[in-house]
C-alpha cells in the first residue's frame, strides 16, 4: 500500500488535545492558588481565632493555670487553683463550657462568651487589626475585587466571672504567726493601728506589754481556715463572730501557772494579811519589789483593821497567767478574806486584781497590782 493512502491525525483534534490539555494545567493552577488564597482568608476570619481560643484554654474544661495567666488575674496567695476549679465548678453543675458570640460595641471588636448551662464562666474580646495581604499568582492583595477583603484578628482581653468577695479580719497578739490556708500572713495585710491593752501601762522599761493587731485579708472566693499561735509556737483558739472577724486572745500559760500559782496566791495573801496587822511587814516583804511604787504606798498607806480572832480566804482563784517575756509575768487573783470574831463575821468586797511579777535577784516579786 503506498504511504500516500495513510491517514493522517486530524490537525483540530492535535490541536484540540493541547488546549485540553493546557486547560486542565491552567484550572489546576488556578485552583491549587484558590484555595491557598481561600484557606488565607478563612484563617483570618474571627471566628476561627475564637475556635481557637475556645479549645486551647476552655474546651475540654478550663485549664485555670493559662487562663489566670491570660487574664491578670492574681489569685489570693491563700487559695488554690484547685479551689478556684471548686468554685467554678460550682456554678457550671457539670456542664461542658460551649462558646457563644454577643454583641459587641463596636465593629472593631468581636465578643465572646464561655457558657456552662445557664453560667457565665469566662468571656473574651478579639480586637480588629491590620488589613491582610493575600497571594494570588505570586501577587500581593489587600482584597480580590470586591468579594474578599479581611483584616488580622488578636485577642485583646479575657475574663472570668466569679465573685472573689469573701474577706476576714484577725486580731492576735503582736508577735503571734497568723495562718490562712496554712499560709502565714505578713505585715503586708496589717490594718488599723495597733490596740494597746492596760498592761501596757504596768510595764518597766524595756518590757513591752499585750498589744493586738489586726489584720484584713480581701479577695477570697472562701472564708479561710485561721490559726494563730503565740510567739513560743503555742496554739491561740481564734473565735470567729461568724461574720468574718475573729479575735485570738491569749489563754492561760499552764506552764507558768504550775510553776508560780502557789506562790502568786501566797504572796497576794500575806499583803491582805499585812493590811489587817496578820503578818508584819518583815514576813509581806519578800513578795514585793521593795523599789516600785505600790510597795511605797503599801508602807506608806495607814491600815484600816477589823478586829478579829481568826480568818479564813474562801472562793480562791487564780488564773490568767500571762508571760510578757521571760522575766515578767501577770496573772488574775481572787478571794474573799473573812475575818471572825467570836460567832459574827465580816467580809469585804471580794478580792479580784491583776497582779503584776518581775524576777530581781532571780525571785519573782510583786511590783504592781490593779483592781480588776
Known amino acids: 500500500m503506498s504511504t500516500k493512502n495513510k491517514r493522517r491525525f486530524p490537525i483540530f483534534y492535535a490541536v484540540l488535545l493541547c488546549f485540553v490539555v493546557a486547560a486542565l494545567i491552567v484550572t489546576h493552577v488556578l485552583v491549587d492558588q484558590l484555595r491557598g488564597f481561600l484557606s488565607e482568608y478563612e484563617d483570618v476570619q474571627p471566628s476561627h481565632l475564637a475556635d481557637r481560643i475556645f479549645e486551647t484554654y476552655f474546651k475540654g474544661g478550663v485549664r485555670y493555670g493559662d487562663v489566670l495567666e491570660q487574664t491578670g488575674y492574681k489569685l489570693s496567695p491563700f487559695e488554690t487553683e484547685g479551689q478556684l476549679e471548686t468554685y467554678l465548678a460550682s456554678f457550671s453543675d457539670g456542664e461542658e463550657p460551649e462558646l457563644q458570640r454577643v454583641s459587641?460595641?463596636?465593629?472593631?471588636?468581636?465578643?465572646?462568651?464561655?457558657?456552662?448551662?445557664?453560667?457565665?464562666?469566662?468571656?473574651?474580646?478579639?480586637?480588629?487589626?491590620?488589613?491582610?495581604?493575600?497571594?494570588?499568582?505570586?501577587?500581593?492583595?489587600?482584597?480580590?475585587?470586591?468579594?474578599?477583603?479581611?483584616?488580622?484578628?488578636?485577642?485583646?482581653?479575657?475574663?472570668?466571672?466569679?465573685?472573689?468577695?469573701?474577706?476576714?479580719?484577725?486580731?492576735?497578739?503582736?508577735?503571734?504567726?497568723?495562718?490562712?490556708?496554712?499560709?502565714?500572713?505578713?505585715?503586708?495585710?496589717?490594718?488599723?493601728?495597733?490596740?494597746?491593752?492596760?498592761?501596757?501601762?504596768?510595764?518597766?522599761?524595756?518590757?513591752?506589754?499585750?498589744?493586738?493587731?489586726?489584720?484584713?485579708?480581701?479577695?477570697?472566693l472562701y472564708q479561710p481556715y485561721v490559726t494563730v499561735k503565740d510567739r513560743l509556737g503555742r496554739a491561740i483558739p481564734a473565735a470567729n463572730d461568724g461574720s468574718g472577724h475573729y479575735t485570738a486572745e491569749p489563754q492561760n500559760d499552764e506552764q507558768l501557772e504550775l510553776s508560780q500559782a502557789a506562790y502568786v496566791l501566797k504572796a497576794v495573801k500575806a499583803y491582805a494579811c499585812y493590811m489587817q496587822e496578820d503578818m508584819s511587814r518583815s514576813e509581806m516583804k519578800p513578795y514585793f519589789d521593795t523599789s516600785s511604787a505600790l510597795y511605797e504606798s503599801i508602807a506608806t498607806t495607814g491600815r484600816f483593821v477589823i478586829e478579829h480572832d481568826s480568818y479564813e480566804f474562801q472562793n480562791v482563784t487564780v488564773g490568767d497567767f500571762y508571760a510578757y517575756d521571760d522575766n515578767t509575768f501577770s496573772c488574775r487573783v481572787g478571794f474573799l478574806h473573812v475575818l471572825n470574831r467570836g460567832s459574827k463575821t465580816w467580809s469585804d468586797e471580794p478580792l479580784d486584781m491583776t497582779v503584776y511579777l518581775r524576777r530581781v535577784g532571780g525571785v519573782y516579786v510583786i511590783y504592781e497590782m490593779i483592781n480588776n
Open 104 to 220: 459587641a460595641e463596636s465593629d472593631d471588636y468581636r465578643r465572646y462568651v464561655v457558657m456552662a448551662g445557664e453560667e457565665k464562666l469566662a468571656a473574651f474580646n478579639l480586637r480588629r487589626g491590620e488589613p491582610v495581604e493575600f497571594s494570588l499568582f505570586g501577587h500581593k492583595f489587600h482584597k480580590l475585587l470586591w468579594l474578599f477583603e479581611a483584616n488580622t484578628w488578636s485577642l485583646d482581653k479575657m475574663e472570668l466571672f466569679w465573685s472573689a468577695s469573701e474577706s476576714v479580719t484577725v486580731k492576735a497578739p503582736l508577735g503571734s504567726t497568723v495562718t490562712l490556708n496554712g499560709v502565714p500572713v505578713d505585715d503586708a495585710y496589717l490594718y488599723g493601728d495597733p490596740e494597746l491593752t492596760e498592761s501596757c501601762s504596768h510595764m518597766p522599761a524595756g518590757v513591752q506589754g499585750l498589744i493586738y493587731v489586726t489584720y484584713k485579708i480581701d479577695g477570697l
